[in-house]
């Protein structure tokens, strides 16, 4: 398994969360053509109590947002649209890639708000999250470019429609 998930808030059994984790997260890899059987990710499924708190503690932001990440290692690009390090790989040991943390409120809220599948929203959050542990960005303009279109690629190879499509017709 490329993915260690634990459960802490008990909404999330309302979808399969750890097989969903696990595809998502393997999707990515695959789709920047590292073998998931050389990493290991571990995951948070909680509430955005939980997340607030772990907000207020990493990012000094005390509210709920949607998914948080921390990278084992930077491997964030030092110039603007380029391509961040690969991960290191050694032994017969998975190497950890980082934590994410995703939380089940928020996640449902901005589903309903968009108009869009529970399970696809939270698909683009994990397959965000493990982004960044990779170091891809979206502070940087250019990062944001190269980052959104590895997630629009993936989630289509998962058959997940585009995640930053207005679809209001606006």
């Not at 990278?71 to 991960?87: C, K, M, N, R, T």
Request: net charge negative; glycine share 8%.
């Amino acid at each position: 398994m490329l993915t260690e998930t634990l459960i802490e808030d008990p909404n999330w059994q309302q979808i399969d969360f750890p097989d969903l984790a696990e595809t998502a997260s393997r999707a990515v890899l695959g789709h920047l053509d590292l073998d998931p059987e050389h990493f290991e990710i571990a995951i948070l499924a909680c509430d955005d109590a939980r997340i607030a708190t772990l907000n207020a503690d990493f990012r000094g932001k005390p509210q709920p947002t949607n998914v948080l990440s921390w990278p084992e290692e930077d491997l964030s690009a030092q110039i603007a649209g380029q391509p961040p390090e690969e991960p290191p790989t050694g032994g017969d040991e998975a190497q950890p890639l980082g934590d994410i943390a995703i939380a089940f409120g928020t996640c449902q809220r901005e589903a309903e708000d968009q108009n869009k599948r529970f399970d696809a929203h939270v698909t683009h959050l994990v397959v965000h999250g493990v982004l960044h542990l990779l170091g891809y960005d979206h502070i940087r303009d250019k990062d944001a470019t190269v980052m959104e279109a590895h997630e629009r690629a993936i989630l289509g190879k998962l058959g997940i429609s585009d995640p930053y499509r207005d679809e209001s017709g606006d």
